[in-house]
């Protein structure tokens, strides 16, 4: 099992929770989505590697941003 955790930037409401987790739960090989609307963190676990840049993606689908490490 493997679990990545990405920066969201722009989720203000349980909307943008649920739009985010519904994007992302679509990528294939994700099996869980957790959102920390106070944080921004979006914590993305699968069975096996997911792709990065497929949930990059579905995260830009929602109407948000993946925020990178300085």
């Given at each position: 099992m493997s679990t990545t955790t990405y920066t969201v930037k722009g989720m203000t409401c349980?909307?943008?929770?649920?739009?985010?987790k519904?994007?992302?739960?679509e990528v294939p090989?994700?099996?869980?989505v957790e959102v920390d609307l106070a944080t921004?963190?979006?914590t993305v676990s699968g069975q096996g590697p997911v792709?990065?840049?497929a949930v990059r993606a579905?995260?830009?689908?929602a109407?948000?941003?993946?925020?990178?490490?300085a």
């Open positions: 349980g909307h943008c929770v649920s739009s985010v519904e994007e992302v739960g090989g994700v099996t869980g921004g963190l979006v792709s990065d840049d579905a995260v830009r689908t109407g948000y941003e993946v925020v990178d490490p």
